[in-house]
Each structure stands twice: as C-alpha cells, then as structure tokens.
C-alpha cells in the first residue's frame, strides 16, 4: 500500500511540473511575460475591428509587439490604440500602422510599414499613418448591390 502512495505522489508531481511549464512556455509565445519590456507608442484608428489587447504587432511578418490598451476617444469617436514594441526595433518615424487579415479564417493583427525617414520613434510618439481593417462583408455586400446582371 506504501508503494502505491509513492507513485501517486510520483505522478502528481510530475502533472504539476508539466503544467508549470506549459504555462510559462505558453507566457513566452504570447508574450505575456515579456509585456513590459519594451516602448510604448500609439496610433488612432477609424475602426479596430478584429483587434483586442494582446493582438500582435508585426513588422515584415515577425512579432515584435502586441496592443497594450484600447480605448474610444470621445472627441473624434475614433479608436486610440497603445501598444508595446521591442527596445531592439526602431521604427521610422514615418512608419504607417495597418490592420492585416491574417488569413481568410484567421484574426487581424497591426502590421508596421516602415517609412523611409533616418528619424526614429521614441516612447510616447504617435504613427500617424494609419489604416483600419477592410471588412469583407462590407465588400461582398457592395458586390451583390452593384450586380447588373439581367433581370
């Protein structure tokens, strides 16, 4: 009966560890645990539609950040977005920020298009250039509208 005691202790422990990494593994890929390192900066979109805090920041297909706050500005009804990116990525200061359909069944995410400029953002600093997401069935519906088929 000791035995038995032994190996369920064994195996709990066991299942504990392997949660306990999973956990941090999952932390890492989303990037939950690194959410402070970083710059902040910020952008004001038309619409945000498909992005939540936590949505990816990528520049050339590669994360380097993720949307940190969203919020309705009451002034000009747009969506004034913050979002954190890596101190090791400078943006130029003409950069524009675009919200990107990742796939025709997955999310959006904010792309960053680099500008040319030799001046860089810095914490705080705002990307003027901004686009808001397309939504598709917005352009189905203009399509089935502007049907000329005959009748």
Known sequence: MANYSKIEVA????VVAIAAAFMIYAGQVTGVTNSRSGYELT???????????????????????????ISLNPENYRIDAKFRVQNDVDIPE???????????????????????????LAAGDEILDTQSPVSLLNLMMRFVDNDDSPK
């Open 43 to 69: 952008a004001s979109f038309r619409s945000l539609e498909g992005v939540s805090v936590g949505t990816d920041i990528r520049l050339s297909g590669i994360k380097i950040g993720s949307v940190t706050d």
């Open 94 to 120: 003409d950069s524009a920020a675009i919200v990107t359909l990742e796939g025709l069944f997955g999310g959006n995410f904010v792309e960053i298009l680099p500008g040319g400029s030799l001046m860089y």
């Open 11 to 14: 195996t709990g422990a066991l």
